[in-house]
Every structure is written in structure tokens, then in C-alpha cells.
């Protein structure tokens, strides 16, 4: 089979005209109902979120901040927060009921399978690290490469996000870089395994509103390319508007909304969600509206 890295080498020049698979595609990620409780109280914090991500798909969660739109991912990467436990619902990943696994499968699953993306990437660096060097411990541990092909694999990877000289980033600090270069080089960390699914939690937040829409454009490549299903979760509903087939507009814990992006921007039906759109009407929201081809 061939892997999510080497499609992106082999088919960045091709012109994808079949797209991803016209099958109904079982979910690789799966949440349903899923519910989210604080055990310092044992209140529900999210209270039941179900959505199906299909590969090629990109599914988006938006609401103000303190929603619970996080504390939802890592449910999903099995990394909540020791203080919150996954109280009800199931989340299948691959087929498979992740809300029961032991630590080893985790760590065999995730990288491999699910990966993610947060805001503020410089702090999931080692500063002291050459930047080659951070993602090709990601290879040898997860993939088991040796140096030389690791190094290889990890000049492709700079080249696959877009890093306009990978031989130098390779060879460069994290403060060397801008934050717009080191999301992208987290991007390239988080795909390097070669997952299947890919969360973005806030993934441009910090950047400019430029390195945001670059940002996004890649994410929306890597899905093009490498049939990369992706979370793109964001409190902005212009980054999830841009980029996702589906989305789910999260308040205080509750989904109070959700189904294909143009249907809920176009007709929502929510007051909340028309609150979030008229937030944007002032910059234009249609403007960051990809058109979409019809399927
Ligand atoms: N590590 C934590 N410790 C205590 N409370 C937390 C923690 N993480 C999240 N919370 C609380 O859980 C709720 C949901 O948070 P979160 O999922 O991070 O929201 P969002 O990502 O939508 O901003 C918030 O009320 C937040 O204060
Ligand atoms: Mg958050």
C-alpha cells in the first residue's frame, strides 16, 4: 500500500481527476454521542457530539472558546486531560472502540493513525533541535528508519507543506523560523507516520490572516493529495467555512448545530449560528467561501 508521504511525492503533479473514492467509505473516525464529564464534580462538560469522517472528508467544529471543541479532540486522540474522562457515547476509529484501549495500543495508533495539530507550535518543539531532526525522530520511532532514509523522508515532508528551502529548514532552529514556517512544520510532524486522520485544533490561530489562508490551503491540498480526512476545529467561522464539507457549531458544550457548510451558512437555523455569521458579515464571510465543484 502505498503511503500518505509517498502519495503526496507521487501525486503532487497528477491531476487527481478521480478523486477520492466514489464508495460509501466506512468512518475512520466515528463519534457518537459522544459525552465529556469534569471529575472533579462529575458534570457533563460536552454533551453528546456525533459526527462520521470518511477519508477525503473534512469535518469542522466551531464555537465561542470554552465550547469544550478541544476537550472533544482529545477524546478522539485519547489525550483528555487526567481531570476528564469520556462518560458516555463510543468513538470508533478504524472500526475500532477506542474509549477502551490500554496505553501501548494509544501509542501504536496514534502518529499512525490519528494525528493533530494545536495552535501555538513552538511549543511543541525542542528548542534546542534542529528541525530535521525533530521530525525524523517521529520516522525512527514510528516508522523504524534509519538515518539516511529518515532524512530523505523528512526533506520530502518540508517539500510536501510547502517550505520553500528544505535543506535549509532541516538544518534550522525553531526561532529561526517565522510561525507560519513552523506550522507547517508541524503539519509536516503530524503527517509523517502517515495518518489517516488529521486534527487541526486552532492549527492558524496565532498566525496572520494571510499564514491562516496558506495554511488552510495546505491542509485542503493535503486532503486533495494524500486523502487525508481532517477535524479542522476553530472559534472562527470563517477558517471552518473556508475549508470543511461538514461542520458543527458547538455552545457551552452542546452541538446546536450542524450538517453540510453551505446549508448551515446559507440557512441556519440557529440563533447562535446566525450570531457567529453576522460576527463575520462585517469582513465578508463569502470571501472566504472556496467554491466548492460539484460532486
Ligand atoms: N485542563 C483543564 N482544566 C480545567 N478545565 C478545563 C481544562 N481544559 C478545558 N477545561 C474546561 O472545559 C471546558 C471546555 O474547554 P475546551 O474544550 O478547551 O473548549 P474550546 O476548545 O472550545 O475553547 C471549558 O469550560 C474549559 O474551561
Ligand atoms: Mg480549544
Not at 499512525?112 to 531532526?133: C, E, H, M, W
Not at 528551502?165 to 512544520?185: K, T, W
Request: charged share 25%; aromatic share 4%; with cysteine.
Amino acid at each position: 500500500m502505498t503511503t500518505v508521504s509517498e502519495k503526496l511525492l507521487i501525486r503532487a503533479e497528477e491531476s487527481g481527476a478521480s478523486g477520492p473514492s466514489q464508495d460509501p467509505s466506512p468512518p475512520l473516525l466515528s463519534l457518537r454521542d459522544v459525552r465529556i464529564g469534569d471529575r472533579t464534580d462529575g458534570r457533563d462538560i460536552v454533551h453528546g457530539v456525533s459526527f462520521d469522517l470518511t477519508p477525503g472528508k473534512v469535518v469542522g467544529i466551531v464555537g465561542e472558546s470554552g465550547s469544550g471543541k478541544t476537550l472533544t479532540c482529545r477524546a478522539a486522540l485519547g489525550i483528555l486531560p487526567a481531570r476528564f474522562e469520556v462518560t458516555g457515547g463510543s468513538i470508533g476509529i478504524d472500526g475500532t472502540d477506542i474509549t477502551a484501549l490500554t496505553p501501548p495500543q494509544w501509542t501504536a495508533l496514534r502518529g499512525a493513525t490519528i494525528s493533530a495539530v494545536f495552535q501555538d507550535p513552538a511549543s511543541y518543539l525542542n528548542p534546542s533541535l534542529r528541525i530535521g531532526k525533530q521530525i525524523a525522530e517521529v520516522l525512527r520511532v514510528k516508522k523504524g528508519l534509519g538515518r539516511r532514509e529518515a532524512r530523505e523522508r523528512v526533506l520530502g515532508l518540508l517539500h510536501a507543506v510547502y517550505l520553500r528551502d528544505p535543506e535549509l529548514v532541516h538544518d534550522q532552529y525553531p526561532f529561526e523560523l517565522s510561525g507560519g514556517m513552523l506550522q507547517r512544520v508541524l503539519i509536516a510532524a503530524a503527517i509523517a507516520a502517515d495518518p489517516r486522520i488529521l486534527i487541526a485544533d486552532e492549527a492558524t490561530t496565532a498566525l496572520d490572516v494571510t499564514v491562516q489562508a496558506e495554511i488552510l490551503d495546505l491542509l485542503a491540498d493535503l486532503r486533495e493529495r494524500a486523502g487525508l480526512a481532517l477535524v479542522v476545529v476553530s472559534h472562527d467561522l470563517a477558517v471552518v467555512a473556508r475549508s470543511c464539507d461538514e461542520v458543527l457549531v458547538m455552545r457551552q458544550g452542546e452541538v446546536v448545530e450542524q450538517g453540510p457548510t453551505h446549508a448551515v451558512l446559507d440557512s441556519p437555523r440557529h440563533d447562535y449560528t446566525r450570531l457567529l455569521i453576522s460576527e463575520h458579515e462585517q469582513y465578508g464571510l463569502e470571501k472566504f467561501l472556496t467554491p466548492k465543484e460539484e460532486a
